[in-house]
Protein backbone atom coordinates (compact mmCIF):
# COMPACT_ATOMS: atom_id res chain seq x y z
CA UNK A 1 0.00 0.00 0.00
CA UNK A 2 1.85 3.34 -1.01
CA UNK A 3 0.83 6.45 1.04
CA UNK A 4 -0.49 9.50 -0.90
CA UNK A 5 1.96 12.67 -0.73
CA UNK A 6 -0.48 14.86 -2.62
CA UNK A 7 -1.53 16.51 0.38
CA UNK A 8 2.46 17.44 1.07
CA UNK A 9 2.69 18.04 -2.43
CA UNK A 10 0.05 20.75 -2.28
CA UNK A 11 1.66 22.58 1.20
CA UNK A 12 4.81 22.60 -0.42
CA UNK A 13 3.84 24.43 -3.44
CA UNK A 14 1.53 26.83 -1.67
CA UNK A 15 4.55 27.52 0.43
CA UNK A 16 7.23 27.92 -2.43
CA UNK A 17 4.90 29.65 -3.60
CA UNK A 18 3.43 32.33 -0.98
CA UNK A 19 7.45 32.94 0.06
CA UNK A 20 9.18 32.83 -3.33
CA UNK A 21 10.02 34.81 -5.98
CA UNK A 22 9.80 34.63 -9.79
CA UNK A 23 12.72 33.35 -11.30
CA UNK A 24 14.02 31.70 -14.55
CA UNK A 25 16.15 28.02 -14.53
CA UNK A 26 18.29 27.76 -17.63
CA UNK A 27 20.49 25.64 -19.18
CA UNK A 28 23.29 27.83 -21.81
CA UNK A 29 24.17 25.88 -25.01
CA UNK A 30 28.07 25.39 -24.20
CA UNK A 31 29.92 24.74 -27.34
CA UNK A 32 33.85 24.73 -27.58
CA UNK A 33 35.49 28.64 -28.85
CA UNK A 34 37.13 26.76 -31.62
CA UNK A 35 34.85 23.86 -33.34
CA UNK A 36 38.60 22.77 -34.97
CA UNK A 37 39.36 22.45 -31.07
CA UNK A 38 36.74 20.55 -29.23
CA UNK A 39 39.64 19.91 -26.01
CA UNK A 40 40.06 23.98 -25.50
CA UNK A 41 37.84 26.41 -23.26
CA UNK A 42 34.00 25.69 -23.72
CA UNK A 43 32.30 28.63 -23.89
CA UNK A 44 28.59 29.86 -22.84
CA UNK A 45 26.84 30.77 -25.65
CA UNK A 46 23.88 32.86 -25.71
CA UNK A 47 21.78 30.36 -26.98
CA UNK A 48 19.30 28.96 -24.41
CA UNK A 49 19.16 24.89 -24.69
CA UNK A 50 16.40 24.91 -21.70
CA UNK A 51 14.29 28.33 -20.28
CA UNK A 52 11.46 27.25 -17.82
CA UNK A 53 9.73 29.88 -15.61
CA UNK A 54 9.54 28.66 -11.86
CA UNK A 55 9.07 30.10 -8.40
CA UNK A 56 11.68 29.45 -5.59
CA UNK A 57 12.63 30.60 -2.13
CA UNK A 58 16.33 31.32 -1.13
CA UNK A 59 17.19 29.92 1.90
CA UNK A 60 20.06 32.10 4.22
CA UNK A 61 23.25 30.95 3.68
CA UNK A 62 24.53 28.27 5.97
CA UNK A 63 27.56 25.69 6.56
CA UNK A 64 26.69 22.70 4.78
CA UNK A 65 28.72 19.95 2.70
CA UNK A 66 29.25 22.74 0.41
CA UNK A 67 30.87 25.22 2.13
CA UNK A 68 34.55 24.56 1.72
CA UNK A 69 36.59 23.31 -1.44
CA UNK A 70 39.86 21.92 -1.62
CA UNK A 71 42.63 23.88 -3.29
CA UNK A 72 45.76 22.90 -4.33
CA UNK A 73 48.11 19.19 -5.72
CA UNK A 74 49.60 17.46 -3.21
CA UNK A 75 51.07 17.59 0.00
CA UNK A 76 49.85 21.32 2.14
CA UNK A 77 46.26 21.51 0.92
CA UNK A 78 44.30 24.49 1.73
CA UNK A 79 40.31 25.21 2.21
CA UNK A 80 39.40 28.21 0.34
CA UNK A 81 35.73 29.10 1.80
CA UNK A 82 33.24 29.22 -1.03
CA UNK A 83 29.94 31.31 -0.62
CA UNK A 84 26.93 29.06 -1.52
CA UNK A 85 23.04 29.48 -0.32
CA UNK A 86 20.39 26.94 -0.97
CA UNK A 87 17.29 27.50 -3.35
CA UNK A 88 14.29 25.53 -2.55
CA UNK A 89 12.26 25.68 -6.28
CA UNK A 90 8.70 23.92 -6.75
CA UNK A 91 8.50 20.97 -8.93
CA UNK A 92 7.93 21.11 -12.15
CA UNK A 93 7.02 18.52 -14.79
CA UNK A 94 9.14 20.17 -17.53
CA UNK A 95 12.70 20.00 -15.62
CA UNK A 96 14.56 17.35 -15.34
CA UNK A 97 15.39 14.99 -12.17
CA UNK A 98 18.91 15.83 -12.57
CA UNK A 99 20.35 19.56 -13.55
CA UNK A 100 24.10 19.68 -13.74
CA UNK A 101 26.16 22.32 -13.31
CA UNK A 102 25.25 23.96 -16.57
CA UNK A 103 22.07 25.12 -15.38
CA UNK A 104 21.87 28.19 -14.16
CA UNK A 105 19.45 30.20 -11.85
CA UNK A 106 18.27 34.10 -12.63
CA UNK A 107 15.88 36.18 -10.06
CA UNK A 108 16.08 39.53 -12.45
CA UNK A 109 18.54 40.88 -10.31
CA UNK A 110 21.51 38.56 -10.69
CA UNK A 111 22.31 35.01 -11.98
CA UNK A 112 23.60 32.04 -9.75
CA UNK A 113 25.48 29.18 -10.92
CA UNK A 114 23.87 25.59 -9.75
CA UNK A 115 26.68 24.04 -8.32
CA UNK A 116 24.47 20.56 -7.00
CA UNK A 117 20.60 19.95 -6.98
CA UNK A 118 18.80 17.17 -5.17
CA UNK A 119 15.10 15.94 -5.81
CA UNK A 120 13.01 15.81 -2.49
CA UNK A 121 11.08 13.00 -4.03
CA UNK A 122 9.48 10.62 -1.20
CA UNK A 123 7.89 7.17 -3.21
CA UNK A 124 6.72 8.33 -6.16
CA UNK A 125 5.80 12.24 -5.37
CA UNK A 126 8.31 14.99 -6.57
CA UNK A 127 7.71 17.30 -4.13
CA UNK A 128 10.49 20.49 -4.75
CA UNK A 129 14.27 20.55 -6.04
CA UNK A 130 16.81 21.62 -3.36
CA UNK A 131 19.54 23.48 -5.19
CA UNK A 132 22.96 24.47 -4.13
CA UNK A 133 24.02 27.49 -5.71
CA UNK A 134 27.06 29.90 -5.80
CA UNK A 135 26.78 33.57 -4.73
Do not use: C, H
Not at 45 to 73: K, N, Y
Amino acid sequence: MAFDYSGLLAVADTLIVDFGRPMTLRRNSRTPADAGKPWAVVSDSATDIQSIAATGVFLSPERSAFDAVTAGVGVGLSNVEQKTARVLVQALATLPEEMGRDWKVDDGSRTFEVLSSKPIKPGDTLLYYDLEVKL
